[in-house]
C-alpha cells in the first residue's frame, strides 16, 4: 500500500486487551500491526465489555460498549460517525455482542456512514434461522468481508449468498519468530533435557486436551522424556459457569493415567513475549480440539508460523493449513491415533524437520506486517467502493424514527421482597409484608423474570440468586404424594393449604418449562425437568382454561431444548384443542371470546393458542388465537387512546356492565407479552405498537395520568383506583411491571436490530 493512502482514521471494533479472549487479542495485534505500518494513520479501538466496570484499558481504547445495552451501541455509533472516522474494522463473533444471536451489532453498522471492513472470525455451516439473519444481515452492511481460509469464503457464498468480489482472504497475523531449535527455550521452564508436547489457549471442555491426556501413557512407554505442558487460564465464560471443573477433571485424568510427573499445566493468559517463548521450547504442537465447525485457530497459526510439526484433528481451518505434509491429522476423540502419530514423528527427525520446514516458510505470508498490508488494501478500495456513504448527511432523527426509551430497569424492590424462602406475596406500600408470607405463584413469576433477566445480562449475580432462591421454593412446594403445588406458606414456612389451586400448576409449569427451555444453568434445567414431567399430567384433569393456558406456555419453553419429547407434544395438541373447543362454544359475533366473562390474565388465553399454533403448524389454531387477541386488544383501548384494561372490580359478563376498576398489573402484563408475541409470529407491526400502548400503562398513559411503577426502586402499585394509585407494592404487581420491562427490551433489542429504524412506525 502506498504511503499516500488516503485511509486516515480506522477504528477498530470488537474485544481488546486485557480482556481474556481470542477475539481481544486478534484485535489488539491487527490494530497495532496496521499502525505500525501506516504510521500516517490514525488507529483506535472501539471495545465490547463483558463485565460491569470494564477493564483497565490502553490509550488506543477510545470508547466502550456493554455488550447487552443496546443504546451504548448507538453511541459509539454517533462517536464514529462525529469524529469522522474513515473505515470501521469490526471483528465479528457471535458470543461477544448482544441480543439475540448477536444482533445489537447490526443496530450499530446501519447507523453508521463509513465503509465497514468485517472479519468473521466464525462461519456457521448449520446456523439457527436468528444467527443466519445476523449473518445476512451482516454481509449486506458490510462493504467487504475478510475470511482466514478457503473454506469460509466458499461457505460465504454457498450458504449465505455472499458475492464473491466482496470477500477477501487474509490469513490469520502471526508474529514474526525465528526458526530456532526449541532447545534454546527449554531451560527457562526447567524443561532442557525434554521432549516437549504443548498446547496452548483457554481452556474449556470442547478443546480435547483429555484426549492427548489418554494418549500420553503410550508416548511415554516409547519415549519417557516428554512433557506435556498445557498452557492457557481457563475460558472466562466456563470459568463464570462452571468454575475450574474442567482443568481440575484433566488433573485427576492424568493422575489416574499416573502421568501426573509428565504433565504441566500453566493456568494463566501470557503476553506475546512469553507466548513467543512457551511455543520457541516445543517440539511439537498438539490442537486435539473436538469440533469440527471452527474456521480460524489463533493458536494454530500462532505455532504454525513459528514452524512447530503439528499433529491435531481436522477441524476446518487445521485441515486447510495442515495439508500437503504441512502437519498431521488425526481423528477426532481418538488417544490411540494422537498417540501413534506423536510417536511416529519423535521416531523420525526427517519427516519432522520436513513438515517443520514446510509450516514455517508458508508462515512467512502471515507475519502481521504482511497481513498489515493486506488489511489496508481492503480498507482502501472499501474506502473507494463506500464514497457514497461517507456522502449521507448527519440526520437528527425524529422520535419515531429512533428506538423508544424504555425505563431503567431497577431490582431494588424485587430484592426487598426476597429473602432466603423465596418472594413475599404482599407489601405495606414499599415494605414486605411477612404476616401475608410467600406464594407459588409469585415464585413461579420471579424465576421466570430471572431467566429472562439473564438473557439481558442484567445483575447476574443478584439475579441468580433470586433464580435459586424461587426455584427451591417451588421444588419444595411440589407434592411428590398428590403430585400438585402447594400455593400459601405462612411466614414461619408452613403451608397453609393442601394443594394450590389449577391456575397456580399452569404458572409453575410455566415457569418451569422457561427453566429447562431458556435456562442457561445447567443444574436449573435438570431440575426443572423433573419436576415438569411429574406435575404436567395433573393438567390434563383441570377445567380452568387459565391453567391450560399457562401449561401450554411452559410446555412450549420446554420443547424449545426438548422438542421430540412425545409425551409433552401431545398434551400440547390436546390442551390446545381443548381452548378451540372452549372458544366455538362461547364467541359470538359481538363477543370473540373464550368464555362468557372477561375476567384476570385474559390476554393469555389467546397467547397460548398462538405460541402453539405456529408451533405445531395448525393454521387454524393460530388464527383463532391472533383473532382473539385482536378482538381483546380493540376492547381495551380507551376513546383517547390509551390501554384500559377490564377491572377487577366486577369484570366484564357478556351483556352485563364493564368495569373499567380497579385496573391490575397483571393485565398490562398480560397484554405486553401477547401482543409481543403475535408480533414475532407475524412480524405485522401494529402487535409491536399495542404491546407498547399496554407497557404505556404502567408508566402514565392510562386512564388516571399516573404512574405506577417507581423509577427509584422498580416496584409498582397494586391497582389503578377510580381515584389513585394503589400504593402497596406487591410481588404480583411489581413482577407484573418488572416482567414487562423486560420482554420490552428483548423485543426492541429485536426491532433496532433487525429492521431499519426509519421504518419503525410505518
Not at 13 to 25: E, M, N, S
Not at 240 to 257: F, T
Not at 388 to 399: G, I, N, P, Q
Request: glycine residues 8%.
Amino acid at each position: 500500500m502506498k504511503e499516500n493512502s488516503k485511509v486516515r482514521k480506522i477504528a477498530f471494533v470488537g474485544d481488546h486487551l486485557p480482556r481474556k479472549c481470542g477475539i481481544a487479542t486478534f484485535t489488539s495485534d491487527l490494530l497495532a500491526a496496521v499502525a505500525n505500518a501506516h504510521p500516517q494513520s490514525q488507529c483506535f479501538s472501539v471495545s465490547v465489555n463483558d463485565i460491569k466496570g470494564g477493564y483497565e484499558y490502553p490509550e488506543v481504547v477510545r470508547f466502550e460498549i456493554e455488550e447487552q445495552d443496546l443504546s451504548s451501541y448507538l453511541r459509539a455509533a454517533d462517536f464514529l460517525n462525529i469524529g469522522n472516522a474513515d473505515i470501521v474494522c469490526l471483528q465479528h463473533e457471535f458470543g461477544i455482542f448482544g441480543g439475540p444471536a448477536g444482533g445489537h451489532i447490526l443496530a450499530f453498522l446501519r447507523e453508521l456512514r463509513m465503509p465497514v471492513v468485517t472479519t468473521l472470525h466464525t462461519v456457521l455451516r448449520e446456523p439457527r434461522s436468528d444467527q443466519r439473519r445476523v449473518m445476512q444481515e451482516l454481509i449486506s452492511h458490510s462493504t467487504r468481508l475478510v475470511v482466514m481460509a478457503d473454506r469460509g469464503r466458499q461457505m460465504l457464498q454457498d450458504i449465505y449468498g455472499a458475492p464473491p468480489a466482496k470477500i477477501d482472504l487474509i490469513a490469520h497475523g502471526i508474529p514474526d519468530v525465528g526458526f530456532v531449535d526449541p532447545t534454546y527455550f527449554k531451560d527457562q521452564f526447567g524443561v532442557e533435557g525434554k521432549v516437549v508436547l504443548l498446547t496452548f489457549g483457554l481452556l474449556s471442555p470442547n478443546k480435547g486436551i483429555e484426549c492427548v491426556l489418554n494418549a500420553l501413557p503410550s508416548i511415554l512407554a516409547e519415549f519417557p522424556d516428554v512433557v506435556y505442558i498445557v498452557l492457557g487460564a481457563t475460558h472466562p465464560n466456563e470459568l463464570r459457569e462452571h468454575g475450574e471443573v474442567y482443568r481440575l477433571n484433566l488433573e485427576i485424568l492424568a493422575k489416574k493415567n499416573k502421568v501426573e510427573k509428565h504433565v504441566i499445566f500453566y493456568n494463566r493468559f501470557v503476553d506475546l513475549e512469553n507466548l513467543k517463548e512457551f511455543i520457541g521450547a516445543a517440539d511439537l504442537y498438539i490442537t486435539p480440539y473436538l469440533n469440527e465447525a471452527q474456521i480460524t485457530s489463533g493458536t494454530l497459526a500462532y505455532a504454525f508460523g513459528a514452524g512447530k510439526a503439528v499433529v491435531s484433528t481436522p477441524y476446518w481451518h487445521a485441515a486447510e493449513l495442515l495439508a500437503e505434509d504441512r502437519g498431521v491429522l488425526v481423528p477426532f476423540g481418538d488417544a490411540q491415533a494422537i498417540a501413534r502419530e506423536v510417536i511416529g514423528l519423535l521416531r523420525d527427525d526427517t519427516r519432522r524437520h520436513a513438515i517443520r520446514k514446510n509450516a514455517y516458510r508458508i508462515g512467512r505470508e502471515m507475519i502481521w506486517s504482511n497481513v498489515a498490508q493486506m488489511y489496508m488494501r481492503s480498507f482502501e478500495v472499501s474506502r473507494l467502493e463506500g464514497a457514497a456513504l461517507s456522502r449521507k448527511s448527519l440526520v437528527t432523527k425524529t422520535l419515531d424514527q429512533r428506538p423508544r426509551e424504555l425505563p431503567e430497569l431497577k431490582l431494588n424492590h424485587l430484592l426487598r421482597m426476597t429473602d432466603s424462602t423465596g418472594v413475599f406475596q404482599h407489601a405495606i406500600f414499599s415494605v414486605p409484608n411477612f404476616s401475608e408470607g410467600y406464594c407459588s405463584d409469585d415464585n413461579a413469576r420471579a424465576f421466570i423474570l430471572s431467566v429472562l433477566l439473564e438473557e439481558l445480562g442484567e445483575e447476574p449475580e443478584r439475579v441468580r440468586t433470586v433464580a435459586s432462591t424461587c426455584a427451591a421454593f417451588l421444588y419444595h412446594a411440589f407434592d411428590t404424594q398428590t403430585k400438585r403445588f402447594h400455593n400459601h406458606m405462612s411466614f414461619d414456612r408452613r403451608w397453609l393449604d393442601d394443594q394450590g389451586s389449577e391456575d397456580c400448576q399452569g404458572r409453575a409449569l410455566w415457569a418451569l418449562g422457561v427453566g429447562v427451555g431458556r435456562s442457561p444453568v445447567r443444574s436449573f434445567q435438570m431440575m426443572a425437568g423433573q419436576l415438569f414431567a411429574l406435575a404436567l399430567p395433573a393438567l390434563m384433569e383441570f377445567t380452568s382454561p387459565r391453567a391450560w393456558a399457562f401449561g401450554l406456555i411452559g410446555i412450549h419453553e420446554y420443547l424449545r431444548r426438548l422438542r421430540g419429547d412425545s409425551l409433552v407434544n401431545q398434551t400440547r395438541e390436546m390442551l390446545a384443542s381443548r381452548l378451540m373447543e372452549l372458544f366455538g362454544r362461547n364467541a359470538k359475533p359481538d363477543w370473540c371470546w373464550f368464555e362468557e366473562e372477561l375476567s384476570y390474565d385474559n390476554a393469555k388465553l389467546a397467547h397460548a393458542l398462538i405460541l402453539s399454533g405456529r408451533a405445531t403448524g395448525q393454521p387454524a389454531v393460530f388464527e383463532r388465537g391472533l383473532q382473539a387477541l385482536r378482538w381483546l386488544t380493540e376492547l381495551q383501548v380507551s376513546e383517547k387512546g390509551h390501554f384500559r384494561p377490564i377491572g377487577s372490580n366486577g369484570f366484564y359478563r357478556h351483556g352485563g356492565v364493564r368495569a373499567n376498576f380497579d385496573q391490575q398489573p397483571i393485565e398490562a402484563q398480560a397484554m405486553v407479552s401477547a401482543c409481543l408475541e403475535a408480533y414475532r409470529a407475524t412480524s405485522d407491526f401494529w402487535w409491536y405498537e399495542q404491546a407498547q400502548r399496554a407497557f404505556d400503562w404502567f408508566i402514565g398513559w392510562n386512564d388516571l395520568g399516573l404512574e405506577l411503577y417507581s423509577p427509584e426502586s422498580g416496584g409498582c402499585g397494586d391497582g389503578l383506583h377510580v381515584d389513585r394509585v394503589n400504593a402497596n407494592q406487591g410481588a404480583e404487581s411489581t413482577l407484573a411491571f418488572l416482567l414487562s420491562l423486560a420482554e420490552m427490551r428483548l423485543a426492541q433489542d429485536m426491532v433496532t436490530s433487525f429492521k431499519d429504524p426509519i421504518a419503525i412506525g410505518t
